[in-house]
């Protein structure tokens, strides 16, 4: 399968969006051609991605929706979050929380540890290296998917916005009290949306994925909130078992 960006799952909610660009259109008017590719929003997606990846510091929550489509069609929506703290290059401290589960990921350049809450159960292993690279072979080795891992790929050669079969300026929207540029997308059959904020800090705010494969076209909808000072001190990456907790292996995926 190809790899897609705009990975934004969580728990058991995979969320993924292809890289693409399309006609410019104002809102509210006629859909463009399906082959129509806008150089400004694919040019909106790098700038973003070159701003990401300035960030060092900084701390960066998901409320995410999501809906489930019933054999007769009718369709649920389900909830669930995400709250990252990010030193970069090699720190990372992830809580994702749904009702059926709590996890929580710590990275302090040296180990990576993962604990379940309700079971005091934790697994630890050494590792170092990037964040990115942390992302990466954790999904390849023990097929863990991080929420907002997207977020360390935009702005590098990983992210690739060579597959995008349209894209449009669909004009501006606030989301909160943030004015946002707002883009859309088509690869295969996925549709995503994306609110940028406007002006110098270009950070992403809402995704909205459609997955087109299904008649009931479900959605998923994040939003994001960014703290960009965060009061944090390293102590925060570093994991410390709780009394009476259980350390446990970690199994690795079989190789296919």
Sequence with gaps: MPRKILVLGLLAISIAAPSGYAQTQP?????????AVDQGSIQALKTMGTYLQTLKRFRVSNELSAERV???????????????????????????RSPRSTRELFYNGKTVTLYQPAQKYYSSVEYTGT?????????????????LADLFLWGTDAAPLDKIESAMNA????IGNDLCDHYAFRQGDIDWQIWISAGDKPLPRKIVITNRSDDARPQSVSLLQWDLKPAMPDSVFTFAPPKGSTKIEIVPVKAK
């Design 70 to 96: 019933l054999t007769d069609g009718q369709k649920l929506q389900h909830t669930a979050m995400a709250e990252m703290n990010v030193a970069r290059p090699d720190k990372l401290q992830v809580l994702m």
């Design 171 to 174: 004009g501006q929207d606030f």
């Design 131 to 147: 964040i990115a690279s942390l992302i990466e072979s954790l999904r390849a080795k023990y097929g863990l998917e991080l929420p």
């Design 27 to 35: 809102a509210n008017t006629a859909q463009p051609a399906a082959s």
